[in-house]
């Protein structure tokens, strides 16, 4: 499997419990062909709650700290590492020292508004130098991630991606509007966009972006729907597979949703519900060769830059 949104560098900075990285890295090794690597940012307030981060934000810094203990790890999946939200980065110049530090995707907003765009949460669009900065972003060859951002902001985003034919994008962990109005699900227009593009979906295992049920039975049936409309609209070799993995919160005592996709238990199952739908062949592309064609191209063009 290849899981195209996993907090992993959130969690190594914020989690200090031995144990439990020790367990996370084991299935991380154990289930991953690779991962998209992110560390997310919310606004102060949320950062602080959530994560128990105060004061002021040095993404460079965090960035740094966590790639570094990443490195120090014992890792074997292919990785991208990935920021989310990118209320706290200066400006190009910083994004460009942070390529440097080994960041090779963006997400440019949360579910808040900043200086760059609009998450969910608002209903304002790409700013002027969110514009600069998402060019800047395809400049370095980065993958430049749609999940979180608004309409106003994806259609934003979209139209600087049509004029850099060949540029890397996808929305790693959405689902899908027209089965389930979450706001952070994707519309039918919106897919017929991002695929316009070249881009790929990212079909995340969240029950709340699944289905209002909680009921695990009724989630797996409802998050095949998702999978066969997004092939549908995306063609078999756009459509991949995140977690967003969850876990971590219960050992920040921080209370959600409960998620019957546990960490990578689930990858077997995931396996048997959508061979109920797809060949064998059509399985291992959702579940990590299309996602492993992402990393391909990230990781081939920023060679071809040294």
Not at 30 to 44: K, Q
Not at 74 to 92: A, N
Request: aromatic fraction near 10%; proline fraction near 1%; charge should be negative.
């Amino acid at each position: 499997m290849y899981d195209t949104h996993y907090d992993l560098l959130t969690i190594l900075y914020v989690i200090k419990n031995k144990e439990y990285i020790d367990r996370v890295i084991n299935n991380v090794n154990s289930n991953l062909i690779g991962l998209n690597a992110n560390l997310y940012f919310m606004n102060s307030d949320e950062m602080k709650n959530e994560l128990g981060i105060i004061g002021d934000i040095d993404v460079y810094d965090m960035f740094k700290k966590s790639v570094d203990i990443y490195n120090s790890l014992d890792i074997k999946s292919k990785v991208i590492f990935s920021i989310e939200g990118c209320d706290y980065i200066k400006d190009i110049y910083e994004l460009e020292r942070l390529y440097n530090l080994g960041l090779r995707a963006i997400l440019l907003v949360w579910n808040n508004e900043n200086r760059y765009g609009s998450g969910i949460k608002t209903d304002k669009g790409l700013t002027s130098i969110g514009r600069e900065f998402i060019q800047k972003a395809i400049d370095l060859n980065m993958g430049i991630d749609l999940s979180h951002a608004n309409e106003k902001t994806f259609y934003g985003i979209i139209d600087v991606l049509k004029n850099n034919k060949g540029s890397i994008c996808y929305a790693s962990h959405s689902n899908i509007y027209d089965i389930c109005n979450n706001p952070r699900n994707l519309k039918y227009e919106q897919l017929i966009a991002l695929k316009e593009v070249g881009g790929y979906l990212g079909l995340v295992m969240h029950p709340p972006f699944i289905t209002d049920s909680l009921d695990y039975d009724v989630i797996k049936s409802e998050f095949l729907k998702h999978v066969k409309y997004a092939v549908g609209v995306m063609g078999i070799d756009r459509v991949c597979i995140a977690s967003d993995n969850l876990e971590f919160y219960d050992e920040l005592k921080v209370e959600r949703e409960g998620n019957p996709f546990k960490q990578y238990n689930i990858k077997d199952d995931l396996n048997r519900l959508l061979r109920q739908e797809f060949s064998k062949e059509e399985v291992d592309m959702i579940m990590y060769k299309n996602a492993l064609s992402i990393y391909e191209r990230i990781n081939c063009s920023n060679e071809d830059k040294k």
